[in-house]
């Protein structure tokens, strides 16, 4: 089942901090943030794992309340780079059985 | 590591013919690899996983005689769209993970325009 994201677009000014959630009607294994500029690939920005391991960027933090089956994304001092589409996938097993993403959420940082 | 190579970067063909995509683990092997697409604005949907040696697992409502996938070896799996129609242009993306390692690492994609 897809998971929920929000919110579906957020415009900030360089600089300004941003929260993106996602939120899954299954207990999950693992919570996995992407995000994608137009016309190319994902790349990946951050694994939040049941259990409370977490890898990922330096400048990019998340939780995952695995109570809730909700995740957050936290983008801090945002830079004009940040600009982009940001997904969450979800595993519901361990066995890696490839992922189901939420629709997404399109960030805009203007100068 | 844990790069993958997906080609070509983007093809158009036209109405009944068939495009083969193929998709590459270049630093490690991978037994497993899966398929999405994505149509313009919208999310990934999972197709298919690829497996090697074995027949792929296709997600409900993906055809599998129209969507062929073939998983010859641990760092090779292509995905051959046959009698395309303009309703299959998409981008076509692929994916692969490191066997102990974590997140997915996606090939570059493939945008398929049917004409």
């Known amino acids: 089942q897809q998971p929920v994201q929000s919110p579906q677009a957020v415009i900030l000014r360089e600089g300004e901090d941003a929260v993106i959630n996602c939120s899954s009607s299954k207990a999950l294994y693992s919570v996995h943030w992407y995000r994608q500029k137009h016309g190319e690939a994902p790349v990946f920005l951050m694994i939040l794992l049941k259990g409370g391991e977490q890898k990922g960027h330096d400048k990019i933090s998340a939780s995952f309340n695995e109570k809730k089956q909700q995740s957050s994304l936290y983008l801090t001092a945002s830079q004009l780079s940040y600009s982009g589409t940001y997904f969450c996938g979800t595993e519901i097993g361990g066995g890696a059985d490839g992922l189901t993403f939420g629709k997404g959420t399109h960030l805009i940082i203007q100068p | 590591g844990a790069v993958v190579s997906q080609h070509p970067s983007w093809v158009i063909c036209k109405s009944g013919t068939s495009v083969k995509i193929e998709c590459r683990s270049l630093?490690?092997?991978?037994?497993?690899m899966f398929w999405y697409r994505q149509f313009p604005k919208q999310s990934l949907m999972l197709m298919a996983t690829s497996n090697e040696g074995s027949k792929a697992t296709y997600e409900q409502g993906v055809e599998k005689d129209k969507f062929l996938i073939n998983h010859a070896s641990l760092t090779l799996s292509t995905l051959t769209v046959t009698s395309a129609h303009p309703e299959d242009s998409s981008f076509y993306i692929c994916?692969?993970?490191?066997?102990?390692?974590?997140?997915?690492?996606f090939g570059s994609g493939t945008r398929l325009t049917v004409v």
């Open positions: 630093d490690f092997q991978a037994t497993t």
């Open positions: 994916s692969a993970r490191r066997q102990g390692g974590y997140g997915y690492t």
